[in-house]
Nanobody
Framework: HVQLAESGGGLVQAGGSLNLSCEAS????????MGWFRQAPGKENDFVAT????????YYADSVKGRFTISRDNAKNKVYLQMNSLKPEDTAVYYC?????????????????WGQGTQVTVSS
């Protein structure tokens, strides 16, 4: 079991940057693949990025590829999402999630544990 807490959201102008953090409790963080998802009002929970247990493999949604970077520090029990060149359509609540089966998936159903989310708002 792991508990997750996101931070780093806020209001930023289009073209700006934010760096989201997600801190995990427990000693088994390095055994989970981690993912970031986002949900805009009235829309589904969309995949953003995922990273393997060791941090050596990443996978991104096409909509964020080249602008967002996922990374992790297993010594600190943290996963990050660096977001550059932000667009108004990136506005959403961003969630980090842990996949104990290490399926490295873009499907929300693969992730057993979720944080409470952090709001990101990009103004035009």
């Amino acid at each position: 079991h792991v508990q997750l807490a996101e931070s780093g959201g806020g209001l930023v102008q289009a073209g700006g940057s934010l760096n989201l953090s997600c801190e995990a409790s427990g000693r088994t963080f390095s055994t989970y693949a981690m993912g970031w998802f986002r949900q805009a009002p009235g829309k589904e929970n969309d995949f953003v990025a995922t990273i393997s247990r060791g941090g050596f493999t990443t996978y991104y949604a096409d909509s964020v590829k080249g602008r967002f970077t996922i990374s992790r520090d297993n010594a600190k029990n943290k996963v990050y999402l660096q977001m550059n060149s932000l667009k108004p359509e990136d506005t959403a609540v961003y969630y980090c999630a842990a996949d104990e089966m290490n399926s490295f998936s873009s499907r929300p159903s693969r992730y057993a544990y979720w944080g409470q989310g952090t709001q990101v708002t990009v103004s035009s």
